[in-house]
């Protein structure tokens, strides 16, 4: 049936033949996305897999930057130097961030071990397929971008000490998720409400755990961006709408944004390593 005007259209349709308004993929294929690696990853998403790889591919690089340097964790465990050196939170003598802003962006892409970055990645690769899956790719990386910005943010504020690691963002996703079960007054909506809100308190209660180096204060503002921009943010429409044009940009921004924070990083780090 045409989004549009309702119309029943066949399956191989492109555009309706009677109001001609283009016609996105069907609600089945979306939700049953082609498997990666011969079947090894049914459910995986390629925007979930690329920030696993991009993840990965960070903490190889600290890790044998780290180990070059002569530090003794090795690959197991990264020093702090290493990653500060790498685009790591840390407020500075007091004040925010002495122009280097670009550690909202480029800390949630570290991590600060072996376990660290396994548990993040874990969470990821179910939560993120999930929220894909449910809001569009578009909607997906605004809600991973804003969480993981949001969340060091608040950290700053609240602490000066060093901090990494993608669960930022992983909130901001759970948030939106939330959010989802609160605009939905459908059973269904409940029990996505009590699944994701029980997820939070554990691992709220787990970073309040003696012993346990966990950044609630990037968990809570990450959360917060999140469940704000998914109450907001609605399920994808007619993908020519003003709307879904809006979300597209706000993604490319993301990216973009992103991308501009590891130059500055690479810059920084070009300019301190002369």
């Given amino acids: 049936m045409c989004p549009h005007c309702r119309a029943f259209i066949t399956t191989r349709d492109k555009v ?3 109001c001609n308004e283009v016609v996105g993929p069907r609600a089945i294929d979306r939700r049953s996305p082609g498997a990666i690696l011969g079947g090894l990853i049914p459910h995986a998403r390629f925007t979930t897999v690329v920030i696993l790889i991009l993840n990965f591919g960070l903490y190889l690089a600290t890790a044998l930057f780290s180990m070059r340097a002569g530090n003794g964790g090795g690959f197991l465990d990264i020093d702090g130097q290493t990653l500060l050196a790498f685009g790591a939170k840390l407020r500075y003598h007091g004040t925010m961030f002495m122009g280097q802003w670009w550690r909202l962006v480029t800390a949630g892409f570290l991590h600060g071990g072996l376990l660290h970055i396994a548990m993040n ?61 609160v605009g939905n007054r459908h059973p269904l909506g ?70 501009f924070s590891f130059l500055k990083m690479f810059l920084w780090f070009s300019a301190r390593a002369q």
């Fill in 190 to 259: 409940s029990a996505i409400r009590s699944h994701y809100i029980r997820w939070t308190v554990y691992m709220l209660i787990f970073g309040l755990l003696p012993g346990i180096r966990v950044d609630n204060a990037a968990h809570i503002g990450g959360l917060a961006a999140g469940f704000g921009l998914g109450y907001l943010a609605d399920l994808p429409r007619i993908e020519t709408s003003p709307r879904e044009m809006f979300w597209r940009l706000a993604a490319w921004a993301s990216v973009f944004l992103t991308a």
């Fill in 121 to 181: 990645s874990w969470v990821l690769f179910d939560l993120g397929a999930q929220v894909e899956e449910v809001y569009g790719t578009p909607r997906m990386i605004v809600f991973y971008f804003a969480g993981t910005v949001a969340g060091f943010y608040a950290s700053t504020w609240w602490s000066p000490a060093l901090s990494v690691g993608a669960s930022a963002g992983l909130f901001g996703l759970i948030g939106a998720m939330i959010a989802l079960g």
């Fill in 16 to 18: 309706c033949p009677y």
